[in-house]
Structures are given as structure tokens and as C-alpha cells.
């Protein structure tokens, strides 16, 4: 096969770039390794890390598309009552982690919705579900590569002009001889206050199995997992307690912090005010992520809310799935953690009135699309990441170094973002890395690899460390890197010129940068305060 643009992993970037190329008039092929397209948004069944003024600025006009379709497609086709109908902001969740909690299938009708009229044209060709095996390169370029079916030895070669890595572990990168780090650098190679003395290629962030819950009458315990004797005895040593406990890190803080466990509290979901600059939202697990509050529904409609557990407990750190032999290993192993977390809350959680478990807690795997009951793809937080024509460091945007300052200005903004650096328990043995950040741009040379000439990232696999990954991780900067890559690699292709060169002309970066701007891409914040 033969496209303009070949973008490898259907994830949130991966659609956005598609999107943004097909936008520009060029032809692209898409792949993905799972069933659904959308990544964290959707296999991964994470509801939106957002910051706070996402209502207002702060993300792509494209972006800001998919949270309004999102909306609209419960108005249409949800029984909503009158006034949450009416809510501007409807937040179908009413979770305190975003101000758009949603079920993952959602997401994935408005995505597919959005790419339809390409695939109708022909100028958009999905091949699902394959993932990379093998490329080819001829120098510093990347010619060709070969996708396989998931569930067999099909084997498609694609080539294309511009090849784009929007999968979440940086899987071409390898395959490509592109140069990339993982893991921890050194401070003596970034100058990072909070990095290790020496590197550590192999410390990287917990990966999660995510799942989905309601509670109604009855005992929906199944069998004990196989191994659920050690999850339920496993203490790591910086955790306070027991993994599985309702005692874990204030990623903040750091300090012991117990949280509460209450199914469907009778909140109005119209009162829930989801800013994580006054709170974590994690007191009560059970709003901390909701994905469907039952009273924004007509009475029956909904028997319960819905939860979607992506808890600290549920963070698997024992083992990276990056560059090691045992990957099959350990995502088996994250797996049976989650199976042990459903099983102890079911079965020995404690409860307010002082009993222990909730048997009326009901998988809902069929909300997201497995067999298993759990998520389809694991919750990747960490990437490889290209060695890039510029790193974003620490010293860029922690608002304790930045001060008044703000985040570093960079000539070659092609976006913007905003998170605190967010990093969870890591493979290394690390407790949760915390730092208060500023709001940020996304540079254009965190965008280029040193070397390759036509290969860009488009997910979380661009020129960040471990520590500023920890921000630019999060779903609203995927989906605009993968607008930018998709948008740049357009360009180049129009102009016959290369990234390098776009970054490195003054007249080429202000024309390209004029079209993202045309494209609604803010690449400068207003004057914000408080954040």
C-alpha cells in the first residue's frame, strides 16, 4: 500500500494526525493494533486529564470539536433529563477527574465519525487491527513499513513520504534505528533538579489495566484469581500499607492518605465542580472517575452509576514493558493486578458500616470492549522518545523554577499545554514525582529527530524526558502534537522542503506556523494567574 502520509497507532494523537493531513488534501494510511481507534480516550477507557480552563482556550479547535461531539452525541441519543440536557458544560459523568467523564464508546462513535467522510472518499485507509514488525530505512530515511495482523501472519507493507509514530510505546522507533532514550536520564545530561544522579533506562512509570464498575443488587463475586494471595499481601515499601487498602501516597504530598469508597452517593451530578487546581477529586474513588452518573438520566434508565477504576492500587510497577524480554510477562502480571483489585473490593474492602466487600459489584466489561472485562490495551504513561533537535527539560516549565517568568517562550510553538508533571510509582522503585508546572508550548524541535529526515512522532514519543513526559502525556497535548506532525509533514510535502528545514527558515516556520494557526491550533496562553 501507498499513501502521502502513513501514521502507525490509531491513538489519540494517531487520529488527530490522520485528521489533520486529511484536512490538508493528502492521502493517509492509518493502523492500529487494537479494535477500537483512540487509544487512552478509549481502549485504554481513560476519561480526559484535562487543565482547568479547557472550556475557555487552552486546546485545538479539533480537540475542542471532539468534547462538544462527545456532548452532543448523549443529547441525541441518551435519555437525558431536561436540565442536564440543557447543561452547556453536561459532564455525563459527573467525575471530579475531568469536566468531561464519558463512557469510552462514546468517544470512539464521535472519533469514527470525524475520519467517516475520508474513509468514504478513499484518501483514508485503516488497517486494523495490525501492528508494526519490521521497516525499512535508505539512510536517514524511512521507506517502508510492515504491519502485521494481530491475530495472524498477514502481513501489509506500506510506503509513504512521511511516516509517523503515533503508537504509545514508540514502537518504530526500534524498528526504524531512530535514536530515542526511555526512562530516567541523568541530571548531568539535563540539569533536571529532580532527576537521578546517574540514568536509568529502565525506571519507568506504572502501566494500568483499567476497569469498569456499577453496583446493583445481587453477588457478582466470580473465582478468586490465581494469584490473588500475593496481590493482596504485596506492600511496596514507600506505599504506607498495602497496595490493595484504601491507603496510598497524596501523589502530592507524599503523605499516607486513607480515601473512601461509597457506590452511587445520591449527588447531583449538576452540583459537581471538577478542578483539580482545589482538589484532586480523589476522596471518594467512586465520583473520583465516573463515567455515567445515573440522576442525569430519567429514573430507570441508569440501575446504578458507573465507575471507571484507574486507581493507585491498580498501578503496576514490578516489572517495565519497554525494552525487556519479560513484556508478555508483565502485562500479565498487570492484568492479574486488576482481576485482585476487583476481587478484594467484591470481596474484603472494607466498608463504612463496618463490613467488609461489595458483592454487588458488576464488571462492565461490555462498556469497553473486552472479553476480559477489563480495558482492551494497557494505560501506557511512559513512551520511548525520540532524541530530538530539542528536549523539553524541567527547568522549562516548573513553576517553582519558571516563577513569574512562566513556562520557557519557544520561537517554534506548535501548540500549547497544561498539567501539572504528573509521574506515578515507577519500575525503579520511586514513589510519585509531583511538580507544580507552568502553562507550556509544545516546541517544534521536540518534534524532529536528530537524525531521521521523515519519520515524526505523533503520541507521547516526542523530545521530553522522564520528568516532563510526566505532563506531556496527557490526552489534550497527544491530540495536538499529533495535529502538529500531521499538519507539518502535509507541509513539507506541499513545499518539498524537510521539518528541519521548516524549524531552521524563519519564512518557512512563520508560514507553517500561520497555518496552524488558521488550523485553530493556539500556540501562545493568555496572561492566566492562579494556576
Excluded at 18 to 40: H, I, K, N, P, Y
Excluded at 94 to 102: D, E, I, N, W
Excluded at 383 to 389: F, N
Amino acid at each position: 500500500m501507498h499513501a502521502d502520509v502513513l501514521v502507525v497507532g490509531g491513538g489519540l494523537g494517531g487520529v488527530a494526525a490522520a485528521l489533520a493531513a486529511l484536512r490538508a488534501g493528502r492521502s493517509v494510511v492509518l493502523t492500529e493494533e487494537f479494535d477500537w481507534l483512540g487509544g487512552q480516550l478509549t481502549s485504554q477507557a481513560v476519561p480526559p486529564d484535562e487543565h482547568s480552563w479547557v472550556e475557555q482556550f487552552g486546546v485545538t479547535a479539533s480537540y475542542r470539536a471532539l468534547r462538544e461531539g462527545i456532548r452532543d452525541y448523549y443529547r441525541r441519543h441518551y435519555p437525558l433529563t431536561s436540565a442536564s440536557r440543557a447543561d452547556v458544560h453536561l459532564n455525563p459523568g459527573a467525575g471530579y477527574v475531568s469536566k468531561l467523564c464519558h463512557e469510552p464508546r462514546v468517544a470512539l462513535a464521535v472519533l469514527e465519525a470525524m475520519l467517516a467522510p475520508y474513509r468514504a472518499s478513499g484518501r483514508l485507509q485503516v488497517l486494523q487491527p495490525y501492528r508494526p514488525v519490521a521497516a525499512d530505512t535508505d539512510g536517514d530515511r524511512v521507506t517502508a513499513v510492515t504491519v502485521q495482523h494481530r491475530e495472524g501472519d498477514v502481513q501489509v507493507t506500506v510506503t509513504a513520504p512521511y511516516i509517523l509514530d503515533a503508537t504509545e510505546t514508540g514502537e518504530l522507533l526500534p524498528l526504524t534505528g531512530t535514536e530515542y532514550v526511555t526512562g530516567f536520564e541523568a541530571q548531568t545530561e539535563t540539569g533536571e533538579p529532580s532527576a537521578p544522579a546517574e540514568a536509568q533506562p529502565l525506571n519507568m512509570q506504572a502501566v494500568s489495566y483499567c476497569f469498569a464498575v456499577d453496583h446493583v443488587d445481587g453477588d457478582h463475586v466470580g473465582d478468586k484469581p490465581a494469584n490473588y494471595a500475593f496481590w493482596r499481601n504485596y506492600q511496596p515499601s514507600f506505599w504506607g500499607d498495602r497496595l490493595l487498602s484504601w491507603t496510598a501516597p497524596n501523589p502530592r504530598t507524599l503523605e499516607s492518605t486513607r480515601r473512601t469508597f461509597t457506590p452511587n452517593p445520591d449527588d447531583d451530578p449538576l452540583a459537581v465542580v471538577a478542578d483539580q487546581r482545589r482538589t484532586g477529586g480523589d476522596t471518594n474513588l467512586w465520583t473520583f472517575r465516573r463515567i455515567a452518573a445515573r440522576r442525569h438520566f430519567v429514573p430507570g434508565a441508569y440501575d446504578s452509576d458507573i465507575c471507571l477504576v484507574n486507581w493507585p492500587m491498580i498501578d503496576y510497577f514490578e516489572g517495565p514493558v519497554i525494552d525487556v524480554p519479560e513484556v508478555a510477562k508483565h502485562l500479565a502480571a498487570a492484568k492479574e493486578l486488576s482481576h485482585a483489585v476487583l476481587y478484594w473490593l467484591q470481596t474484603e474492602a472494607p466498608r463504612t458500616d463496618g463490613g467488609a466487600g461489595f458483592p454487588g459489584l458488576r464488571l462492565r466489561g461490555d462498556l469497553l470492549g473486552s472479553t476480559d472485562g477489563l480495558a482492551q490495551a494497557p494505560y501506557i504513561r511512559e513512551s520511548r522518545r525520540i532524541k530530538a533537535e530539542y528536549t523539553i527539560v524541567e527547568q522549562d516549565l516548573s513553576a517553582a523554577i519558571r516563577g513569574d517568568r512562566g513556562a520557557a517562550v519557544y520561537a517554534d510553538s506548535v501548540g500549547i499545554g497544561m498539567y501539572r508533571i504528573d509521574l506515578h510509582p515507577s519500575t525503579g522503585g520511586d514513589n510519585y514525582i509531583d511538580v507544580a508546572s507552568s502553562p507550556f508550548r509544545i516546541p517544534l524541535g521536540a518534534l524532529i529527530p536528530q537524525r531521521v529526515e521523515n519519520l515524526l512522532p505523533a503520541n507521547k514519543n516526542l523530545g521530553t524526558t522522564h520528568i516532563t513526559n510526566g505532563c506531556y502525556r496527557l490526552h489534550p497535548v497527544e491530540w495536538n502534537v499529533g495535529e502538529a506532525a500531521g499538519l507539518l509533514a502535509a507541509f513539507c510535502l506541499d513545499r518539498d522542503v524537510s521539518p528541519r528545514a521548516v524549524r531552521g527558515t524563519p519564512a518557512l516556520l512563520g508560514q507553517f506556523q500561520d497555518r496552524l494557526i488558521a488550523q485553530g491550533i493556539e500556540l501562545d496562553w493568555p496572561a492566566i494567574t492562579g494556576y
